[in-house]
């Protein structure tokens, strides 16, 4: 096929899918950048991953050719190409993947010929400028020779336009795990004349060199475990990828990626809010610009899929995106927010391909700009301190910022490692990296970057492989079902608290007292996915009854159902009767459909942001957390109550139709990106309003969720509000259970009828009063020379200041006060004390308050200058087991050894010659 030279991305990124249509390929839309079903990865980060399972062999599709335009995330673990944003003309953390894909079908011969005629014919790209690299063999593989003869054969290329390289450069793997394979680049060459003397050295910075276009991947291999052996795939298949910024460049002649029309308005979107000209170069400015422009597409992306900027796994890759980009828009000038006026641009520019983009525009817009006023506020504190610290360092001639002093920035302030690196930098300064990452590891990021070995168990997968097929489910029209064991997992757990681990072994046969993973053909087990928590119920044969209290799909295809032999024992090939817990599941169906009620009356109330973020249902629970940047008011409560229950009374029925995904969408179905869609979904109607895509089971009409009543409603995370609900005989329990505490309430405050909140109010009032006497007597017990109470000691605000010593220039007074003291009361009469020792004075007094210590430190600004009270309590604390900090002038700790009290307020003077001396 020959077509003309394409002038345009969308024109070039529609050639390339035409092409493989037209050669028997189906046409696969993009997936989520959020990998469904797959713990290794944090983002799809080449275009093969959507089909992972397809090469090993996991999952089958109806084709065995694809081809697809991939949205690809490359940020962390093997692939990060942070760093090199902005300041190369090649890289960016967000770009699309152009590929073509045989499952078993073609090889080598087919794939070689493909790429080699779209590029010189159907874009027309002059041979003259290209060369072809192969695997010239290393680590026990040997040198793909095959492919050089195709190459020869397709192209007439000799051996010096065909060149071998090695297993880092013509090696491909996806990650630690996965299917790999040798395989083939093609390289272009931007510039005047093509020297294959150049090939190896990296672009310059202007983009003029060598650059790889196209990797052809031989897909051979499987590696199932970090470090593990390479297995053969069961059929040879072939993974391609070429970046469409890449092949954009070429077709539009140009050498930086950001030139061409994916890239170049962002970038002079950002120039337009500096107010400075963008003139392609590798200056700070520049730089700063493709900054902006590369991480607003991967903030406007990863927002449309529901992740939003936070501290934890991706919600913190994307903060930190989003940080770095504010930070470089700082550097410009910028003294506005911003960021979320470029992210529309992405919206405007890329909202027809991607659909997503335009749905969940005002989504973006709103957590942008929250985000950035947020980290405004933040930044300038941040700044200050780095000043300050600079100065301290630049008077003691130090050249590394120190690991705790980094690790504070990024837990207090959200600066990110990176960011505080690049602060530094430009003050000629270092930062301890690896001694920051500990402290942010030790400070228990325990929800942080997703772990890349991880990997489903052998025993899984050996379970899989048993099965001819995939486990049938037929949970939506039977609670019941006869089936045939397949395979027996016994689970052992090893180890004690965070160290336990469950140990699984394939067995033929468990007795009463294992516990189990059982694995049959078919089942009406729901295993948990999609925020519905797997089904209980029983498995049972003469004499045999397994109790299963989860069912769990650890992998495409495969359903385990997670028990305890009570009776009898179980065998592989044995028939088996399973049971689901029918009252169990039917709650679940309750509180499954309203989520989707639930999801549409928030919308209707508080506008089309409020997107479904996650949600758990069960037989007890019904969690709905949507995107939302405000608490909401009693009123809106109310209203979506409201909403909620008038569409239940209605009693629609419930209906559900299996349809090809585009004829869904076009019917309105709404999708849930944190789910897993494939090529045919199953569709939802309750009303014509609530039509959404769903795996999950459900109510037979509406009117079977009952009641549904809001328990609580609050913040999760930035902009992400969780609302947590009850429906059916919950929502009665939950009424009776208010109903009976508001009796208990009215019974203690001899409260009649409705004067209930008259009462409390009263009581509460009353109690306030008495605090302030309590307050006022302790003032004066403490201040007055009252007598000492449990240890403390007494004596009045004048006796107290003859213990004062002076150290270093400044009066240091440390005292235990009388136990009991509240930490306010404390907190004044450091205040007190520290201002009658003079303008350069320290205080701590401590005392012991139930079964706990606290401590309260007040330095006078003229002494915080060299002796800051923050630092100085965390050493005190440290000796009554507790942990504390604060301002450089005041500072409150607290610890669970009371014993140690006392040693810890002696230590205080030697805490402070310490901190002077250093």
């Not at 004499?543 to 009898?568: I, M, S």
């Not at 004066?780 to 004596?795: F, T």
Request: proline content about 4%; hydrophobic content about 40%; aromatic content about 6%.
């Amino acid at each position: 096929m020959s077509t003309a030279t394409p002038a345009s991305s969308d024109q070039i990124r529609r050639t390339f899918l035409e092409f493989f249509a037209q050669r028997g390929h189906e046409v696969v839309p993009s997936a989520p950048l959020v990998p469904q079903n797959d713990p290794t990865l944090m983002f799809v980060n080449a275009g093969m991953v959507p089909f992972k399972d397809v090469f090993t062999g996991k999952d089958k599709r109806p084709y065995q050719r694809a081809a697809s335009s991939q949205k690809c995330i490359r940020i962390s673990g093997k692939h990060n190409d942070l760093e090199n944003v902005g300041v190369t003309a090649r890289h960016q953390t967000f770009f699309e993947m152009l590929g073509n894909f045989s499952f078993g079908d073609y090889f080598k011969e087919d794939a070689i010929a493909f790429a080699w005629e779209l590029l010189t014919k159907g874009y027309d790209v002059s041979p003259s400028r290209l060369v072809v690299t192969i695997y010239n063999g290393e680590g026990g593989f040997p040198a793909d020779d095959e492919a050089a003869a195709i190459w020869r054969k397709v192209t007439g290329f000799g051996d010096d336009r065909i060149l071998r390289l090695g297993l880092a450069d013509n090696f491909w793997t996806m990650g630690d795990v996965g299917p790999c394979g040798p395989c083939s680049e093609i390289h272009f060459f931007h510039g005047n004349e093509p020297d294959v003397s150049r090939f190896g050295e990296e672009p310059r910075i202007d983009g003029t060199g060598w650059t790889e276009i196209w990797n052809n991947v031989f897909m051979q291999y499987e590696r199932t475990e970090k470090d593990g052996p390479l297995v053969p795939l069961p059929a040879p298949s072939i993974d391609t990828g070429m970046g469409l910024e890449r092949i954009a460049s070429v077709l539009q002649g140009v050498t930086s990626n950001y030139d061409t029309d994916l890239l170049r308005g962002l970038v002079e979107k950002a120039a337009e809010l500096s107010g400075k000209p963008y003139t392609g170069s590798s200056a700070d400015d520049d730089v700063s610009m493709r900054v902006i422009a590369d991480h607003a597409r991967t903030t406007a992306f990863l927002i449309a899929e529901g992740v939003m900027p936070e501290r934890q796994r991706r919600e913190y890759v994307l903060r930190r995106v989003m940080r770095r980009a504010i930070r470089h828009g700082h550097r410009l000038g910028i003294d506005r927010p911003f960021l979320h006026e470029v992210a529309l641009e992405v919206v405007r520019r890329m909202g027809e391909t991607y659909p997503e983009l335009r749905d969940r525009r005002e989504l973006i817009a709103r957590v942008t700009e929250d985000e950035e006023v947020r980290f405004r506020s933040t930044l300038k504190r941040g700044m200050k301190i780095l000043d300050e610290r600079f100065a301290e360092m630049r008077s003691s001639g130090e050249r590394t910022l120190p690991a705790a002093a980094a690790a504070d920035l990024y837990t207090t302030y959200g600066f990110p490692l990176d960011l505080t690196q690049v602060i530094c930098a430009e003050s000629n300064f270092d930062v301890d990296v690896p001694g920051a990452e500990a402290v942010i590891h030790g400070a228990a990021e325990a929800d942080g970057p997703i772990d890349p070995t991880a990997a489903v168990d052998l025993a899984h997968r050996s379970a899989r492989a048993a099965l001819a097929h995939p486990v049938v489910f037929t949970g939506y029209e039977h609670e019941e079902g006869d089936s045939e064991i397949v395979a027996i997992i016994r689970v052992e757990v090893q180890g004690e608290g965070d160290r336990a681990r469950k140990v699984r072994t394939l067995v033929e046969h468990a007795d009463a007292g294992a516990a189990v993973e059982i694995v049959v053909r078919e089942t009406p087990f729901y295993a948990e996915s999609g925020g519905q928590v797997g089904d209980s119920g029983e498995v049972t044969a003469d004499g045999v009854r397994v109790e299963v209290t989860d069912a769990q799909k650890p992998l495409t295809g495969l359903v385990v159902h997670e028990g305890v032999v009570r009776e009898g024992a179980i065998s592989v090939g044995q028939r088996v009767h399973l049971a689901v817990d029918h009252a169990a599941r039917s709650a679940t169906r309750r509180n499954h459909s309203a989520t989707h009620v639930l999801h549409w009356a928030l919308r209707k109330v508080l506008g089309e942001h409020a997107q479904q973020k996650g949600s758990r249902v069960g037989p007890d629970i019904l969690r709905f957390d949507f995107t939302h940047n405000r608490p909401l008011t009693r009123e809106e409560i109310s209203r979506i109550e409201d909403l909620v229950n008038e569409k239940v009374l209605t009693n629609d029925r419930v209906t559900t139709e299996i349809l090809p995904m585009d004829e869904a969408r076009r019917r309105g179905a709404m999708a849930i990106f944190e789910e897993k869609y494939g090529d045919t979904v199953r569709m939802l109607t309750m009303t014509p309003e609530v039509v959404e895509l769903c795996g999950g089971t459900h109510a037979r009409a509406l009117g079977d969720i009952g009641l549904f009543k809001i328990t609580s409603e609050g913040g999760v995370a930035a902009g992400v509000r969780r609302i947590m609900a009850t429906t059916g005989l919950n929502a009665l329990a939950y009424a009776r259970n208010v109903e009976a505490e508001l009796a208990r309430a009215r019974q203690v405050a001899k409260a009649q009828g409705g004067d209930l909140a008259e009462k409390i109010g009263k009581i509460v009032a009353h109690e306030r009063e008495l605090e302030k006497k309590i307050a006022e007597l302790e003032r004066r017990i403490l201040e007055g020379g009252g007598p000492a109470q449990g240890g403390g000691g007494g004596g009045g605000i004048d006796a107290m200041l003859e213990d004062a010593r002076e150290i270093g220039g400044i009066k240091v007074l440390a005292r235990r006060v009388p136990d009991g003291t509240n930490p306010g009361a404390l907190r004044d009469l450091a205040e007190k004390l520290r201002d009658k020792l003079g303008d350069r004075a320290a205080v701590l007094l401590g005392a012991a308050v139930g079964d706990k210590a606290q401590l309260a430190v007040m330095v006078s600004k003229s002494a915080a200058e060299r002796l800051k009270a923050g630092e100085l309590i965390k050493p005190i604390a440290r000796i009554v087991g507790g942990s504390g900090g604060g301002r450089p002038d005041m500072a409150q700790a607290g610890g669970t050894d009371v014993a140690q009290l006392d040693a810890a307020i002696a230590a205080t003077y030697v805490e402070v010659e310490r901190a002077l001396a250093s």
